[in-house]
């Protein structure tokens, strides 16, 4: 059984940032392509960076380039978002996601296990 827990979310101050961390489990990490994605309230899920399965490639959403980074580490079978100079439009629901190939991707459809998500908050 796949399972993916994220896990770094909180509230943080405008300028501020945080790290988020997703634990793999049930699947072979080293091969598969992961992603973020964020679910601000009222809004649709959209991807904010995804990543490939040795790292070596990386998809921003035009919203974050610059600021967020993510990157994996295939030995603990986790996945980072790294955040920085957060705004109150980042607030949102970040989602952990595990491709069904081991390619970089910005498709939701191309995501087949999600973790539960962690709440980001950022005040102004």
């Known amino acids: 059984q796949v399972q993916l827990v994220e896990s770094g979310g909180g509230l943080v101050q405008a300028g501020g940032s945080l790290r988020l961390s997703c634990v793999a489990s049930?699947?072979?990490?080293?091969?598969?392509?992961m992603g973020w994605f964020r679910q601000a309230p009222g809004k649709e899920r959209v991807p904010v960076a995804t990543?490939?399965?040795?790292?070596?490639?990386?998809i921003y959403a035009n919203a974050v380039k610059g600021r967020f980074t993510i990157s994996r580490d295939n030995a603990k079978s986790t996945v980072y978002l790294e955040m920085s100079i957060l705004g109150p439009e980042d607030t949102a629901v970040y989602y952990c996601?595990?491709?069904?190939?081991?390619?970089?991707?910005?498709?939701?459809?191309?995501?087949?296990?999600w973790g539960r998500g962690t709440q980001v908050s950022v005040s102004s």
């Open positions: 990543v490939g399965f040795d790292g070596a490639n990386t």
């Open positions: 996601a595990a491709a069904k190939d081991r390619w970089a991707s910005m498709g939701s459809r191309e995501y087949v296990h």
């Open positions: 049930g699947l072979r990490f080293s091969n598969t392509g």
